[in-house]
C-alpha cells in the first residue's frame, strides 16, 4: 500500500466512525459494544488514547524525539478505564480533539520526516509512512465494533484487501494458530501455522472478518469441516 492509500482509507473511515458515533444516545454509550467486556465508551475512550499515542509517533517523526506510543501497556489499560467513566459529551469532546489533533500534526510532516524509524505498541520498527494505515484499522474495524449496524461489507474492498494482506503476515509470522489457505474470489492468501492448511471461501467482507478474529459466519471450508478457530490477532 502506498502513503496516498492510507490516509484515503484512514480519511474515509474517520468519516464512518464520525457518523456512527453521531447516532449514539446517551444510554447506548453505556451499552455494550461488540468486543467482549468493553462498552461503547470503553472502545471510544480505546480510540481517543489511541489517537494520542499515534500522535506521540508523529512527534518522534517530526523531531527525531524517541516518544513511545504508550508508558507501558499498563498506562494504556489505565487511559481506556479512564476515559469510559467520563459523560458521553466529554468523551465525545476527547475522540473529537486527539483525531483532529492526529491529523493536523501528520499534515506537517516533510517527506523526509514520513521516513523516520518509529515503533509500534508491540515494539516493531516501520517507517512513519505506517502511522496512518495503523489509525485506518483502528476506525474502520472498531466502526463495526460499534455494534450500531455497519459491517465489514460497508468497508472499502481495497482497504479489506488490504487488511487481509496485513493480518495473513502476521498470523504467519507468529506461526500460533491453524496452517490455512483462505480465497475471496480471485484472492487467496495462505496463512503458515499447525498441521496440514485448511482451504477456507467466503465474501472478501466475511473473509476480513475472520481473519481479523470478527467471527466465520459467512464461511465455509472446501472440506465441509468447521472453520477453524482462529488465536487473537492484536
Not at 53 to 59: D, F, I, P, Q, T
Request: charged share 20%.
Amino acid at each position: 500500500m502506498t502513503l496516498v492509500d492510507s490516509r484515503r482509507w484512514l480519511e474515509a473511515g474517520t468519516k464512518l466512525l464520525d457518523e456512527t458515533i453521531g447516532g449514539l444516545t446517551e444510554p447506548e454509550y453505556d451499552g455494550p459494544s461488540l468486543l467482549p467486556g468493553w462498552t461503547c465508551k470503553h472502545l471510544l475512550a480505546h480510540l481517543s488514547a489511541n489517537a494520542v499515542a499515534l500522535g506521540n509517533l508523529v512527534h518522534w517523526a517530526a523531531t527525531g524525539e524517541r516518544t513511545l506510543m504508550y508508558a507501558s501497556p499498563e498506562q494504556r489499560a489505565a487511559d481506556i478505564e479512564t476515559g469510559s467513566r467520563l459523560s458521553a459529551a466529554e468523551l465525545y469532546d476527547w475522540y473529537g480533539r486527539s483525531a483532529a489533533t492526529l491529523t493536523a500534526a501528520m499534515d506537517q510532516l516533510t517527506d523526509e520526516q514520513w521516513h523516520t524509524e518509529v515503533l509500534t505498541a508491540q515494539g516493531r520498527p516501520v517507517p512513519a509512512t505506517t502511522i496512518p494505515w495503523l489509525r485506518a484499522r483502528e476506525v474502520m474495524i472498531h466502526a463495526v465494533d460499534l455494534g450500531t449496524g455497519v459491517t465489514f461489507d460497508d468497508l472499502p474492498d481495497d482497504f479489506l484487501i488490504a487488511l487481509c494482506d496485513d493480518i495473513t503476515a502476521k498470523r504467519t509470522a507468529a506461526g500460533d494458530g491453524p496452517a490455512l489457505v483462505v480465497q475471496a474470489g480471485d484472492n487467496s492468501w495462505t496463512v503458515a501455522g499447525q498441521g496440514d492448511p485448511t482451504t477456507v471461501t467466503g465474501p472478501l467482507a466475511g473473509v476480513a472478518a475472520y481473519l481479523a478474529g470478527r467471527g466465520s459466519e459467512q464461511l465455509s471450508t472446501t472440506a465441509g469441516a468447521a472453520v477453524p478457530a482462529l488465536p487473537a490477532w492484536l
